[in-house]
């Protein structure tokens, strides 16, 4: 794991979501360095639908990966994401593009990028922090079962307080401390971006889902005559149908009959079905499976298609939203959103440095919590 803190002007704070070589691949014919946008959420209706914008400058959100202690920041996830999962695999999209046979560790490569593309996003974080708020009440009040059944060993002098440490580098810290005949537990926990880096680290560590993923039987499915892939800034997708019959785009990775896919290319699609492989490295899809590959692909973006044609189809099926108020809104959340959890993550780390100074920190906790800034939320509980 990275660790190292570098001062603010050596990091990089322009972080893609999206790789830049993968955005690439969709460029224009006649300008390389420049790909066709339609925005899902606009401020006006004479915004052109489709409009050219510079690749280095799409799919991109200032400090979207740095995590800040109290005097630095580092780019330690950036980093670690282009070395074990886009470099590497940067090789294997070429030789996809050229039709090349591709041996079993491109696979596991391949796997690894869409694991990676399935979590670094903006839309995973969006769908997940209402959860991890939604549980912490319930996963603090197990933390204080857990400590009242280990009190008798923590040996504490009055006033003296021990901070237990969550394992594996899980942003929750949990101070107990002996006040009279009574203990007050109090949760540390910053969510928002730290909490984001850690469950990207949780998903993508060599004995977690990825794990799963690398034995899969990936193929790859051409686009029919007619048909592209489209790119969205949410690419990487598990698409299950309901009985609804409403398309859930992000199930669990093991999930039976689940379409797992992410676009590499409009002609290349990195495609597995959980549980019915193909028997072919390279398969034209039939148009009727392409049109409802496809569909999902349009159905689960975000807030930007991406392309290197105007698609009358794709604006058709996904009319855009019209609202000055709603998009000045998101646009300014994603300009704080940086800013807000510096903010956040060096007042906690500043806390937890003055306890540090006067009191001595366990390792022996191993509960995980999903919370949000949690700052002095106490359980007192009589001592036995």
């Not at 050219?52 to 630095?72: E, F, G, M, Q, W």
């Not at 003296?160 to 107990?176: W, Y």
């Not at 928002?192 to 680290?201: H, I, N, Y």
């Not at 999903?370 to 939320?377: L, V």
Request: aromatic share 8%; charged share 25%.
């Amino acid at each position: 794991m990275l660790v190292s803190m570098t001062a603010a002007g050596n990091i990089r704070q322009n972080n893609h979501y999206v790789p830049r070589f993968l955005l690439n691949n969709f460029s224009l014919p006649g300008d390389a360095s420049k790909l066709l946008e339609y925005r899902l959420l606009v401020e006006h209706p004479s915004i052109p639908q489709w409009k050219a914008r510079p690749i280095k400058k799409t799919a991109r959100h200032k400090n979207l990966y740095t995590v800040a202690d109290d005097i630095s920041e580092s780019d330690a996830l950036e980093t670690w994401l282009d070395e074990k999962f886009e470099n590497p695999v940067a090789p294997s999209v070429q030789k996809v593009l050229a039709g090349h046979s591709l041996d079993a560790d491109d696979l596991r490569l391949l796997s690894r990028f869409f694991a990676a593309q399935f979590v670094r996003i903006p839309a995973w974080y969006i769908r997940h922090k209402e959860a991890w708020a939604r549980q912490l009440d319930d996963e603090i009040q197990k933390i204080k079962q857990r400590i009242e059944r280990e009190r008798p060993n923590l040996n504490l002098a009055h006033n003296c307080t021990e901070i237990i440490a969550a394992p594996d580098g899980f942003p929750l810290r949990m101070v107990v401390q002996l006040l009279g005949d009574k203990y007050r537990m109090t949760a540390q926990s910053v969510t928002g971006r730290k909490m984001w880096m850690w469950s990207v680290r949780h998903v993508l560590r060599a004995d977690g889902p990825v794990s799963k993923l690398q034995s899969y039987q990936w193929s790859i499915l051409e686009a029919p005559a007619g048909i592209d892939w489209i790119l969205s800034d949410n690419p990487a997708l598990s698409c299950v149908s309901r009985p609804n019959g409403i398309r859930n785009h992000s199930a669990p990775l093991d999930t039976l009959g689940a379409h797992l896919m992410l676009p590499l290319s409009p002609k290349h699609l990195l495609y597995h079905r959980v549980g019915y492989p193909m028997k072919e490295q390279y398969t034209v899809a039939r148009p009727f499976l392409a049109q409802q590959l496809r569909a999902n692909l349009i159905e689960a973006a975000y807030r930007s298609i991406y392309g290197r044609s105007e698609d009358l189809e794709i604006t058709a099926y996904r009319p855009r939203i019209v609202s000055a108020e709603r998009a000045k809104y998101e646009r300014e959340e994603w300009i704080r959103f940086g800013a807000e959890q510096t903010r956040a993550e060096r007042f906690e780390t500043l806390r937890h440095t003055r306890r540090l100074k006067n009191n001595r920190v366990s390792g022996r906790g191993s509960v995980a919590v999903n919370g949000r800034i949690c700052h002095d939320k106490a359980l007192a509980s009589s001592k036995q």
